[in-house]
């Protein structure tokens, strides 16, 4: 049996209130959450309007808000910026991802909480770190086009959006892990500290490796359809019936069991396919004739091939397919969660585990303010002044029990 000791998430006992929206701020909290953290999601009366997303936008509240409390509070209103500075003097944690000033002009930005708790460590998400960019308006799309991301994903003369929000998602990341890092820089010397994570800064760490590319060769690095590869196999190869799958061969012991494996010994022999950068330098003439050469195999046999010899492949996957994934299901990589509408799915958990085990879900996405009076009465709220606050539309949810 799993004893506490070992069963325990590492951020238990710590509480994180969060003014989140969309997808960078809520990566943050969730990511603490599924560690173990309290987190309070601070949203405003009607809810968040992330919820209300369609299109590409309509998962973003269901991934990014699980393991987290609700409580909605209009901060328009000064009794609901009372009520919410009350549960951030019980915080360990606030993070935020509003414009720049938004907190200020509340009250509840990085220096008037110092004040009250020095304690406190406040993550603020923001399109870019403090500098000449950081008045403009970011978005994940406006950091993939200015921080090359976009040009080195598209086609040549055809920038294009990497197909996730990999800046929002990574930068609520790299907010998390400053959160972490001065949780622990607390337990040294006793106070808090502010931790600013941004899209664009994040971007350009993306794109780091291409960065350094030029200034190891001097060469632009050509956007990723048409660039030189580093590997001689690294590529979609269109099979049997219009089946597409991605075979890769990346070293000269790989190469040596690829050509046993599909009787082409002669190549072995080649001295101009002798090495991978021999074979590299050979791609012209040497991909058409794999690609011919492997025409003919089911990508079902090509796979299996692969998959017995110890070869890097993978099947061209759409999201939808990967609910039925034999190993996730396998793992219990996807958790059962329960979505807006009340209709049951699965949701990818944090991909890591600790102790064999990946972090649960132990709460469901909240309904808008599914936890206000349980909080509220927490911090000292009686039943009548919730019930007040809640006719004056300052706040809202559940009902008192």
């Known amino acids: 049996m799993t004893s506490r000791a070992t069963s325990r998430l590492p951020y238990e006992g710590i509480r994180v209130v969060e003014f989140t929206h969309m997808v960078m701020g809520p990566t943050c909290g969730m990511l603490l959450a599924d560690l173990g953290a309290e987190v309070i999601k601070v949203e405003p009366i009607g809810g968040d309007t992330t919820r209300r997303l369609l299109g590409s936008g309509a998962g973003f509240f269901p991934m990014f808000n699980r393991n987290k409390k609700s409580i909605a509070l209009d901060l328009k209103q000064p009794e609901g910026v009372e009520a919410a500075r009350r549960l951030i003097d019980t915080a360990d944690v606030v993070s935020e991802n509003f414009k720049s000033g938004v907190m200020d002009k509340l009250g509840l930005g990085y220096a008037a909480l110092k004040a009250r708790n020095p304690r406190l460590i406040y993550v603020s998400h923001k399109g870019f770190l403090p500098g000449p960019y950081d008045n403009r308006t970011a978005l994940d799309e406006v950091v993939q086009m200015m921080g090359g991301l976009a040009y080195m994903t598209g086609r040549s003369g055809d920038p294009l959006r990497a197909g996730s929000s990999v800046n929002d998602i990574m930068g609520g990341m790299f907010g998390a892990m400053g959160a972490m890092a001065a949780l622990a820089q607390r337990e040294h010397t006793g106070v808090g500290t502010e931790v600013q994570a941004s899209l664009f800064e994040n971007n350009v760490f993306l794109v780091g490796q291409h960065m350094m590319q030029y200034a190891m060769t001097g060469k632009a690095p050509a956007p990723m359809p048409s660039r030189i590869s580093a590997w001689a196999v690294y590529d979609v190869f269109t099979v ?105 799915s699965f949701v990818p958990l944090a991909p890591l585990t600790l102790d064999g085990r990946q972090p649960p879900i132990r709460l469901q996405p909240p309904a808008v303010g599914e936890h206000t009076d349980a909080l509220l009465r927490a911090v000292g709220y009686r039943d009548d002044e919730i019930a007040a606050l809640k006719a004056r539309r300052i706040t809202e949810g559940d009902q008192p029990s």
């Open 240 to 344: 049997k019936d219009g089946e597409q799958i991605f075979l890769a061969v990346v070293s000269d012991k790989q190469w040596d069991i690829f050509c046993r494996a599909f009787g082409l010994q002669e190549w072995l022999a080649d001295t101009r396919l002798k090495t991978n950068n021999d074979r590299v330098q050979a791609r012209e003439w040497l991909m058409p004739l794999l690609r011919s050469h492997l025409a003919d195999y089911p990508a079902a046999a090509l796979a299996a091939r692969f998959e017995e010899e110890g070869l890097p492949f993978a099947p061209i996957t759409r999201p939808e397919q990967l609910f039925d994934d034999p190993h996730l299901k396998a793992t219990g990589g996807l958790a059962p969660i329960t979505l807006p509408d009340g209709r049951e």
